[in-house]
């Protein structure tokens, strides 16, 4: 089972920042286009943000001008940036690989392979 893994969560006051951290397994050479979800109790998890191949970004209105989704240069890493947080951004935040690679001379292969969550929790 391929399980990305999230960090960089964790409490913080409105009006500050966090930055996530999505890290590729091993078993995965790069990640080729990604997204970050968020779930709350009892509600359904909700899109965020999305990075292409291409490096094309797409973010939820809810987060827009506030999150920047980014990548590292080797693919291996994916970024959430967030600012300016408010107690609504409170949520579990998972990072999906959409399309990877397993090595160097692969095809770009489409998954579905998700992180374990990391709790960011916006208060004061």
């Known amino acids: 089972q391929v399980q990305l893994v999230e960090s960089g969560g964790g409490l913080v006051q409105p009006g500050g920042s966090l930055r996530l951290s999505c890290a590729a397994p091993?078993?995965?050479?790069?990640?080729?286009?990604a997204a970050w979800y968020r779930q709350t109790p009892g509600k359904q998890r909700e899109l965020v943000a999305t990075i292409t191949n291409e490096d094309s970004t797409t973010y939820a209105d809810s987060v827009k001008g506030r999150f920047t989704i980014s990548r590292d240069r080797a693919k291996r890493k994916v970024y959430l940036q967030m600012n300016s947080l408010k107690p609504e951004d409170t949520a579990v935040y998972f990072c999906k690989a959409d399309k990877v690679k397993y090595d160097p001379f692969d095809s770009v292969r489409d998954v579905g392979y998700w992180g374990k969550g990391t709790q960011v929790t916006v208060s004061s």
């Open positions: 091993p078993s995965i050479f790069s990640i080729n286009a």
